[in-house]
């Protein structure tokens, strides 16, 4: 099946830095999307994206659409401790058939 | 309440029992889905209802059967499940042909 690449699989920054993240796939994509999950809790939708170059910022967390349809990569700017927590990329070709990158985990030192 | 509900939020059951998971969703929706999330896996889609018809079974094995009576509750009976099958349990719902999923606490499932 369909598999997404995402990396790093970790990270451990400091607050106040900046953080970057990204998934590449085999196939393209029409739509990715990025989702925060917190402890015990269900992912949340952080940013949807459904062109291919589209640029889109919610907050201090900007996400692209990469040219190539196969990527697309997450920053955030200036952490701070409630970002912490395992971020994942989706993609789909086809609506409601969402493909699952296998997240990255967030620390962040104080 | 509010959005996605999952009940119970925690369940350990044995091989032999037989229990259900419960999903409502108070957001008008009338697409709701279930998936597995497993340690160390990626999130994987089971089923997909659409107005209460099943539209996408993702070869799921027959010991997890879901059912959708009306478009904000969707249940997952469970029976006969194995020990690889202790996961987060989600449920999520959004509108139909809608890309972005609306998703539920989740409950985590050990199985003895």
């Known amino acids: 099946g369909q598999q997404l690449n995402q990396s790093p699989q970790s990270m451990f920054i400091q607050e106040g830095e900046d953080v970057s993240m990204n998934c590449t796939s085999s196939s393209i994509f029409n739509t990715w999307l990025w989702y925060k999950q917190d402890p015990g809790e269900g992912p949340v939708l952080l940013i949807a994206?459904?062109?291919?170059?589209e640029l889109t910022s919610n907050g201090r967390l900007t996400a692209q659409f990469g040219i190539t349809r196969k990527d697309s990569f997450l920053n955030i700017s200036a952490s701070i401790p409630s970002d912490v927590g395992i971020y994942f990329c989706?993609?789909?070709?086809?609506?409601?058939?969402?493909?699952f990158g296998q997240g990255t985990r967030l620390t962040i030192n104080p | 309440e509010t959005g996605v509900t999952q009940t119970p939020r925690h369940l350990v059951m044995g091989m032999t029992n037989k229990k259900s998971l419960k999903c409502e969703q108070h957001l008008g929706h009338n697409a709701m889905y279930w998936y597995k999330q497993s340690a160390k896996k990626p999130l994987e889609l089971m089923f997909v209802y659409n107005f209460k018809e099943q539209t996408e079974n993702n070869s799921v094995p027959s010991r997890f059967s879901p059912e959708c009576p009306n478009s904000s509750h969707l249940f997952l009976h469970l029976h006969t499940l194995q020990p690889e099958d202790s996961a987060l349990y989600l449920c999520?719902?959004?509108?139909?042909?809608?890309?972005?999923?609306?998703f539920g606490p989740g409950t985590r499932l050990t199985v003895l």
């Open positions: 994206l459904y062109k291919a170059g």
């Open positions: 999520a719902s959004s509108p139909p042909n809608d890309r972005r999923p609306f």
């Open positions: 989706a993609g789909s070709k086809e609506a409601q058939k969402l493909v």
